[in-house]
């Protein structure tokens, strides 16, 4: 645990997820849910019409687990350091850092593996309360846009609804997603990077938009079949394999829109007060 004088927060050494992040007197955060690392989203119907689910992503989806869990401490504030073992000999090491003024700056550093092999993405996943629907940031939108898919995605603040952001494809998929983001402000946070990052929210999860049979195959399901979840769902990434699908249903992302296990990535994003 990391308690400073305006936040706090809760590392749980069994999970690695981010239990607890207080900032002042709110708990930002979903605690059962917690902050995790993320690597999967729902596939797409290109991705279903090259395999991507079942043989290329399918070790990605429940992926993680704990290697080592450490404490460090300088001028600037205390972290809990976690490394995560992942599919395909990779691993990623992160410093949750609590700074002063209840900041939380979270520096992601992905290790390569050793085979070539596509990753859907690379980045957080949490869970917020359903009053923090409303949000805005400086990015590209103001509709859904992807590595991609953003020529007509101008840069520019502003405003949506997690309960407006999911599109209407017929079958649920990967929806709502905007690239290009410097902050984005949410309930009482803003989260901010060095670089840039991307982002959904959502009010629903990503097993709403990717049902299966217990078997794993594919359930048809129907857009008006997603309910409408009392949380908003907040994902935050470094990077995400583009959608692809340039022959209409089928063809892979470009090579240089899509994230590989062979590479080393990093990345850092910083909550703090609006």
Request: charged share 25%; aromatic share 14%.
């Amino acid at each position: 645990m990391l308690r400073g004088c305006r936040g706090k927060v809760v590392v749980n050494t069994s999970t690695g997820f981010v239990e607890q992040y207080r900032l002042g007197w709110r708990n930002v955060i979903d605690r059962k849910f917690g902050l995790r690392p993320n690597f999967w989203r729902a596939p797409n119907d290109n991705e279903w019409g090259n395999g991507g689910p079942i043989r290329r992503y399918a070790a990605w989806k429940d992926s993680l687990s704990i290697l080592k869990v450490d404490c460090s401490q300088d001028e600037y504030g205390a972290a809990v350091l976690v490394s995560y073992g992942l599919p395909e000999g990779c691993s990623m090491d992160v410093s949750y850092k609590l700074m002063a003024g209840g900041i939380l700056r979270i520096d992601a550093s992905f290790h390569k593996g050793d085979k070539h092999v596509d990753i859907p993405r690379i980045g957080f996943r949490t869970r917020m309360k359903a009053r923090y629907d409303r949000f805005s940031y400086f990015g590209r939108g103001p509709h859904e846009n992807y590595s991609d898919r953003f020529a007509s995605s101008w840069v520019g603040i502003y405003e949506s609804r997690a309960s407006e952001e999911l599109y209407p494809y017929v079958r649920p998929q990967e929806s709502g997603h905007h690239t290009g983001v410097e902050w984005l402000k949410i309930g009482p946070v803003r989260i901010s990077a060095p670089q840039d990052f991307e982002f959904n929210a959502l009010r629903c999860s990503i097993e709403d938009l990717d049902p299966r049979e217990a078997d794993g195959s594919r359930i048809w399901g129907h857009v008006n079949e997603v309910p409408l979840r009392p949380y908003v769902e907040l994902c935050l990434d470094g990077f995400m394999t583009g959608v692809g699908g340039y022959n209409s249903w089928g063809s892979k992302p470009e090579p240089d829109r899509s994230v590989w296990a062979d590479r080393d990535y990093s990345f850092s994003l910083i909550f703090s007060r609006k």
